[in-house]
């Protein structure tokens, strides 16, 4: 067996954190052969900070770069900047990132810079539009440019890596670690600290979750999709809506605008990450322009409408879990209101097998990077969604 092999794992926001977070805790039960070190740039500050406590992990690296409503060229450069220094003093083996977020394609290319190697967790997921979703379609096509292993999460994704040109020898395809991550938190009888949400009659009522923050349905889309809010709350007494809100101010005066003092909505600040899976577990059904929440969401059963004209997560569509309706208001009417009178078709929707993973995602990358650095001989079995 070789030497230690010395990991740095680099993420910067929340989603970030929580998929990552496994992965850390799965490295850290092989010391003699792994020693994994972790550096956040805190794109995200409080909410990242709230998923490092969940799991009870201590970066040992803090780029601390959060400030308000800072730009993209703002983050490129003080993500490069910091990470030059870190990376220099620690010359790691390996660089992991994860997805699709600035932090990850600007820490790829600082490992590049230095000739350190690579490995994108959650590699390959695409929609062929550069600007949709905006900036992460482009990050994560230049992240794999720079990777030396790639994680893919399903086998879509893997073909999406070879059409690119990628080499076979190079994807893996794991499952993806946010199941990983969604198993380690639910629990049974959760009790949320927020006391509307305790109040809220789970049992006879139906809780449509909701969350909205992609600056592509900045302005008249996202208006759009709250006034739809508006109107299903009118025509279904049955319907209370949850909707986490954003903290941009251009989503929060759009909200403030169109749903402040409504019966039934509920406006919340961002949950952290555990009072969030328990709250979408008790959930009817879920409207999002979220990517995780395409994944998340179907491993509970809970039908998904994504706010989006696009999605680089097709599997879950073709699975029959998730649908794209994009943000016109009649078409979201229609599709929430085909779901809340129609059991035969939520029962399809929410019976549909997930194709993203099966909580074990974290342990075939793991055993990944032991065949990468010779500590094993064959590569782990590939993830394949299991069928009805």
């Known amino acids: 067996m070789g030497q230690n092999k010395k990991i740095l794992v680099v993420f910067g926001t929340r989603p970030e954190a929580i998929k990552m977070a496994p992965l850390i805790k799965e490295l850290a039960r092989y010391p003699e052969e792994i020693n994994c070190l972790v550096a956040v740039t805190a794109q995200h500050r409080e909410m990242l900070d709230q998923v490092l406590d969940l799991f009870g992990i201590r970066p040992d690296f803090d780029l601390n770069i959060m400030k308000s409503e800072q730009s993209l060229f703002e983050i490129t450069c003080r993500v490069l900047s910091g990470l030059q220094e870190i990376f220099n003093e620690e010359r ?20 590049y810079y230095l000739q350190i190697p690579v490995g994108h967790v959650e590699a390959g997921l695409r929609t062929g539009d550069k600007y949709a979703p905006f900036p992460e379609e482009i990050n994560r096509r230049l992240t794999a440019g720079i990777a030396d292993l790639h994680f893919a999460p399903t086998g879509l994704a893997r073909d999406n890596l070879l059409k690119e040109g990628i080499s076979r020898e190079k994807i893996f395809v794991t499952g993806n670690t946010v199941i990983d991550a969604l198993f380690l938190t639910l629990k049974d009888n959760y009790s949320f600290n927020n006391s509307v949400l ?52 251009v989503v929060r005066n759009a909200v403030a ?53 696009v999605t680089e997560r097709p599997e879950a569509v ?41 909580g074990m995602a974290s342990q075939r990358i793991c055993g990944a990077l032991f065949h990468y650095f010779g500590f094993a001989g064959n590569p782990p079995e590939e993830y394949v969604a299991n069928k009805k």
């Not at 790691?92 to 990850?104: F, R, S």
């Not at 039934?264 to 949950?271: K, M, Y």
């Open 92 to 111: 790691p083996d390996l660089a992991l990132v994860h997805g699709d977020t600035t932090t990850t394609f600007v820490s790829a290319l600082a490992a």
């Open 198 to 249: 305790n109040n809220i009659d789970y049992k006879n009522h139906k809780v449509i979750l909701v969350t909205t923050h992609r600056r592509e349905n900045f302005g008249g889309p996202m208006k759009s999709v709250y006034r739809a809010l508006k109107t299903i709350v009118d025509l279904y007494p049955e319907v209370e809506v949850v909707f986490s809100v954003h903290r941009n101010p």
């Open 257 to 309: 605008e169109l749903l402040s003092n409504l019966n039934r909505v509920h406006l919340i600040d961002p949950l952290e990450y555990e009072p969030f899976i328990n709250l979408m577990n008790r959930s009817y059904l879920v409207l999002t322009d979220s990517g995780g929440l395409q994944e998340e969401a179907p491993a509970l059963g809970k039908p998904v409408l994504v706010l989006r004209d």
């Open 318 to 358: 073709w699975a029959g879990t998730v649908r794209v309706i994009g943000t016109q208001y009649e078409k979201i009417v229609s599709e929430v209101r085909f779901l809340l009178d129609d059991q035969q078709h939520y029962q399809r929707m929410s019976e549909a097998v997930n194709p993203y993973g099966d």
